[in-house]
C-alpha cells in the first residue's frame, strides 16, 4: 500500500465517523424536540402545541408538527426542510 493509498482511506474513514458523530448528535437533538413537545390552550381557550425549537428557542402551532403537514414532517435531514423555528403555526 503507498502512502497516497494510506491517506485515501485515512480521509475516508475520517469522514465516515464525521457522519456518523453528526447523525447521532442530530438523533439527540430531535429526541430532545420531540420529549419537549407539549399541548396547552392559548387565551381562547384553543389547542396549541409548544416545543423547544431545534435552535432552542420556543416555538408554538395550532396544528401537531409532527403529523403530516406539521413542521417537522417536512425533515429530510441534510439541512432539507424541517424546524425553521420561525414561531409560526397558525391555521
Not at 14 to 26: E, G, S, T, Y
Not at 68 to 75: K, N
Request: charged share 25%; no cysteine; glycine share 16%.
Amino acid at each position: 500500500m503507498t502512502h497516497q493509498d494510506l491517506s485515501v482511506l485515512v480521509s475516508i474513514i475520517v469522514l465516515v465517523l464525521a457522519l456518523i458523530a453528526w447523525a447521532i448528535w442530530d438523533m439527540k437533538r430531535k429526541s430532545q424536540r420531540h420529549k419537549s413537545l407539549r399541548k396547552e390552550k392559548d387565551a381562547n381557550g384553543r389547542d396549541i402545541y409548544v416545543w423547544t425549537a431545534l435552535n432552542g428557542s420556543e416555538t408554538q402551532s395550532y396544528t401537531d408538527p409532527a403529523k403530516p403537514g406539521g413542521e417537522w414532517h417536512s425533515e429530510g435531514g441534510f439541512g432539507a426542510g424541517g424546524d425553521s423555528g420561525d414561531g409560526g403555526g397558525g391555521d
